[in-house]
Nanobody, 124 residues
């Protein structure tokens, strides 16, 4: 069973930056999983923010974060990162790290494992 733990969330003002981290443990070899970051606001669906293929060679961003967020992974360290710049109030939400066996996707339902989330709050 793969376990994921996110960290790095916090409260920042609009225009600020944060770097989220997700560490994996257990399960199969980490490099076998496609990975993604997702955001969920209270009462809303979990939305894909950025995803990355197993080898890190393929990356997809949601239109709303292109040019501001960067996803990266370190397979040797079993880590996933999300660097967020120029944060906006609409970026506020719980950020989850997801791992999946299938193809990389911004759709949450194709991911098999989730962390507990880390809260990001951006004030105007």
């Amino acid at each position: 069973q793969l376990s994921l733990v996110e960290s790095g969330g916090g409260s920042v003002q609009s225009g600020g930056s944060l770097r989220l981290s997700c560490v994996a443990s257990g399960g199969y070899t980490y490099a076998r999983y496609c990975m993604g970051w997702f955001r969920q606001a209270p009462g809303k669906d979990r939305l894909g923010v950025a995803t990355i293929t197993r080898d890190g060679g393929g990356i997809v961003y949601a239109d709303s974060v292109k040019g501001r967020f960067t996803i990266d992974r370190d397979n040797a360290k079993k880590m996933l990162y999300l660097q967020m710049h120029m944060l906006k109030p609409e970026d506020t939400g719980m950020y989850y790290c997801g791992a999946g066996y299938g193809e990389t996707s911004l759709k949450a339902d194709v991911y098999n494992y989730w962390g507990q989330g880390t809260q990001v709050t951006v004030s105007s």
